[in-house]
Nanobody, 124 residues
Framework: EVQLVESGGGLVQAGGSLRLSCVASGFTFDEYAIGWFRQAPGKEREGVSCISSRDNIYYSDSVKGRFTISSDTAKNTVYLQMDNLKPEDTAVYYC??????????????????WGQGTQVTVSS
């Protein structure tokens, strides 16, 4: 069974930090690109960061310089270190996996699997 399980969300004050984890199972982890997306209330889901199967990395302009994505293939886990958080970062954060021919590149082209999401709330 394919699973992506996010954790690490929570409530933090502006300027604080959180580290999200996305643990993958049921597929060959290093043959997929893994991306982080977020969706705030009333807004569309947006791509935040991605690490491809060739370790190409992408950040959206809104998080560049504040968020860091990393991968631990031994643990089938991708992390999103989020520093200097702002209230506008408040959203449900999802990880997704792409095993298509676009898996070598970021931002992600496909989305084969999704996690259930983890809530991040940043207070001002």
């Amino acid at each position: 069974e394919v699973q992506l399980v996010e954790s690490g969300g929570g409530l933090v004050q502006a300027g604080g930090s959180l580290r999200l984890s996305c643990v993958a199972s049921g597929f060959t982890f290093d043959e997929y690109a893994i991306g982080w997306f977020r969706q705030a209330p009333g807004k569309e889901r947006e791509g935040v960061s991605c690490i491809s199967s060739r370790d190409n990395i992408y950040y959206s302009d809104s998080v560049k310089g504040r968020f860091t994505i990393s991968s631990d293939t031994a643990k089938n886990t991708v992390y999103l270190q989020m520093d200097n958080l702002k209230p506008e970062d408040t959203a449900v954060y999802y990880c997704a996996a792409d095993g298509s021919s676009g898996r070598y590149y970021c931002p992600m082209v496909g989305r084969d699997y999704w996690g259930q999401g983890t809530q991040v709330t940043v207070s001002s």
